[in-house]
């Protein structure tokens, strides 16, 4: 089975700084896709990132980028410069080549404080 | 184009009742997935249709739920008789293609069951 995993339910960041959320997957397939989603108060998944696991290069959205490490199976996001539209539950999400839906995490709930 | 359309937004009702939700898929999604998510089992998959077929309802808890896609602008979710264990947040997403195709979900429906 597959699963993905998300150890911390809150997380904490000011204002303009730096925050990372971690992600691990369990997974047997080499050829994958891994998600992180965000739900702002208003419910609404929105993509905000995503990564192939066949490319090592990690992939970067503006303030968003993720830490990719296939051996470790982790999968972390760092926002840099947060902003107070930034709060909201993340999820990250797994689905291999060959499926056909997404497997999500429990998510991590992030405050924004100014 | 207007995303992923669900109704109702909220729904309240009491145990045993019939409960209907409603999702309109963004025009040339040939793929429909249906979540559920509750804060202690996440985002599950509960059913999802390719073209108007259910491909795969292994995740439907139980016959009480059932859903159907008459056309490819509309799709339900129904509950009956519904029970307080059923109270959660229901998502219509579509997509493209399945996989690693971008999701686009709708904005949920909060059912309560009283």
């Known amino acids: 089975a597959q699963t993905v995993t998300q150890s911390q339910p809150e997380m904490s960041v000011q204002e303009a700084e730096t925050v990372t959320l971690s992600c691990t997957y369990d997974?047997?397939?080499?050829?994958?896709?891994l998600f992180w989603y965000k739900q702002p108060p208003s419910r609404q998944m929105i993509l905000v990132i995503r990564?192939?696991?066949?490319?090592?290069q990690n992939a970067t959205e503006n303030r968003f980028s993720v830490n990719f490490q296939k051996a470790a199976k982790s999968f972390s996001l760092k926002i840099s410069d947060s902003q107070l539209g930034d709060a909201a539950m993340y999820f990250c999400a797994y689905i291999p080549n060959s499926g056909y839906a997404l497997n999500f995490g429990k998510g991590t709930s992030l405050l924004v404080t100014p | 184009d207007a995303g992923v359309i669900q109704s109702p937004r909220h729904e309240v009702t009491e145990m045993g009742q019939e409960v209907t939700l409603r999702c309109k898929p963004i025009?040339?999604?040939?793929?429909l997935f249906w979540y559920r998510q509750t804060m202690m089992r996440g985002l599950e998959l509960l059913i999802y249709?390719?073209?108007?077929?259910?491909?795969?309802d292994s995740g439907m808890p139980e016959d009480r739920f059932s859903a159907k896609m008459p056309n490819a602008s509309f799709s339900t979710l129904k509950i009956q008789p519904s029970e307080p264990r059923d109270s959660a947040v229901y998502f219509c997403a579509s997509s493209l293609k399945p996989g690693p195709g971008e999701l686009f979900f709708g904005e949920g429906s909060r059912l309560t069951v009283l």
């Open positions: 025009s040339g999604h040939d793929y």
């Open positions: 249709f390719n073209n108007n077929v259910p491909i795969d």
């Open positions: 997974t047997s397939e080499s050829d994958y896709y």
């Open positions: 990564q192939e696991a066949y490319k090592q």
